[in-house]
């Protein structure tokens, strides 16, 4: 659906080098932290911005490419988009059949009425989470074979973020050759979502993995000096000094809780990965 290959984007104080690719029928996560580059690569993928090297092909076009009825399939949440503050939600369904044939009202009105956004009201008075549940529900009532959600859980309450993650599997559900690009700093949005996760930072893709091998062969070596000392070191890829020792990131999870049951090896969550990545030297 999606490859980006060799991106360079220049400002004065970020340069973005970044290469990833979205499968169909996969969903891929984007993580990283405020400013690391995520919303640069969603705009550098749509076509929005200029970039100084590499390319982008989007559905097997460059997005310059694509023709009105391609684009019509595409679904798209960005952190700085949204709908006139001075529409109601009745004012935003014609808006969406003009721009979308495909777009289902009927599925649209009931979602809003699921997910609490009113109907009433002007979307100036809209809470930040209702104004980005009405973004996402805009994006995926269009019958869209790729969505690109940029942040679409900020401002979400812990049960919202829930139920639109929800909404995204089943949205998949509905058509197995439907590809989903999602970016959040929250990263137990995406470990419990993907198919596979790329981490940014500082503009730069730092890792990479199959979010199943993530949970099952990554994980956390706890070791005091001495254990440190006679740890085989060979499938460690970060490590970090800590008050009782070290932390020691592996890939190889198995091998360290088969040979050395005297130390604590822990399932590393995509927090602690996120942390040793940026956090830990490399061995």
């Given at each position: 659906?999606?490859?980006?290959?060799?991106?360079?984007?220049?400002?004065?104080?970020?340069?973005?080098n970044?290469?990833?690719?979205?499968g169909?029928?996969?969903?891929?996560?984007?993580?990283?932290?405020?400013?690391?580059?995520?919303s640069?690569?969603?705009?550098?993928?749509?076509?929005?911005?200029?970039?100084?090297?590499?390319?982008?092909?989007?559905?097997?076009?460059?997005?310059?490419?694509?023709?009105?009825?391609?684009?019509?399939?595409?679904?798209?949440?960005?952190?700085?988009?949204?709908?006139?503050?001075?529409?109601?939600?009745?004012?935003?369904?014609?808006?969406?059949?003009?721009?979308?044939?495909?777009?289902?009202?009927?599925?649209?009105?009931?979602?809003?009425?699921?997910?609490?956004?009113?109907?009433?009201?002007?979307?100036?008075e809209?809470?930040?989470?209702?104004?980005?549940?009405?973004?996402?529900?805009?994006?995926?009532?269009?019958?869209?074979?790729?969505?690109?959600?940029d942040?679409?859980?900020?401002?979400?309450?812990?049960?919202?973020?829930?139920?639109?993650?929800?909404?995204?599997?089943?949205?998949?559900?509905?058509?197995?050759?439907?590809?989903?690009?999602?970016?959040?700093?929250?990263?137990?949005?995406?470990?419990?979502?993907?198919?596979?996760?790329?981490?940014?930072?500082?503009?730069?893709?730092?890792?990479?993995?199959?979010?199943?091998?993530?949970?099952?062969?990554?994980?956390?070596?706890?070791?005091?000096?001495?254990?440190?000392?006679?740890?085989?070191?060979?499938?460690?890829?970060?490590?970090?000094?800590?008050?009782?020792?070290?932390?020691?990131?592996?890939?190889?999870?198995?091998?360290?809780?088969?040979?050395?049951?005297?130390?604590?090896?822990?399932?590393?969550?995509?927090?602690?990965?996120?942390?040793?990545?940026?956090?830990?030297?490399?061995?």
């Amino acid at each position: 659906m999606l490859e980006i290959n060799g991106l360079v984007k220049h400002y004065d104080d970020f340069t973005l080098n970044c290469t990833m690719k979205v499968g169909a029928g996969r969903i891929t996560g984007l993580v990283g932290e405020n400013g690391a580059g995520k919303s640069t690569t969603f705009k550098a993928a749509l076509g929005l911005i200029t970039y100084d090297a590499g390319n982008v092909t989007l559905m097997g076009k460059t997005p310059a490419e694509l023709t009105e009825t391609e684009k019509e399939k595409i679904g798209v949440t960005l952190a700085e988009s949204g709908f006139s503050g001075y529409l109601k939600v009745k004012d935003v369904v014609p808006v969406l059949e003009a721009m979308y044939p495909a777009f289902d009202r009927t599925k649209f009105l009931n979602l809003c009425q699921k997910f609490g956004v009113p109907q009433d009201k002007y979307i100036k008075e809209f809470s930040t989470g209702m104004k980005a549940k009405l973004k996402v529900l805009a994006a995926v009532t269009h019958g869209a074979d790729f969505l690109l959600m940029d942040e679409p859980t900020t401002g979400l309450d812990v049960m919202a973020r829930e139920g639109i993650l929800n909404l995204f599997r089943e949205y998949m559900e509905e058509d197995e050759n439907r590809s989903i690009l999602i970016s959040s700093h929250i990263s137990s949005d995406l470990e419990g979502l993907c198919d596979d996760i790329y981490m940014i930072h500082d503009g730069e893709i730092v890792f990479h993995e199959d979010t199943d091998v993530l949970l099952n062969k990554y994980g956390l070596i706890k070791a005091d000096e001495d254990q440190y000392r006679k740890l085989d070191k060979e499938y460690m890829l970060r490590v970090r000094r800590e008050s009782f020792g070290y932390s020691c990131l592996t890939d190889q999870k198995q091998y360290y809780l088969e040979n050395y049951p005297d130390i604590v090896v822990e399932r590393g969550t995509l927090d602690e990965v996120i942390t040793m990545i940026i956090g830990g030297e490399k061995l």
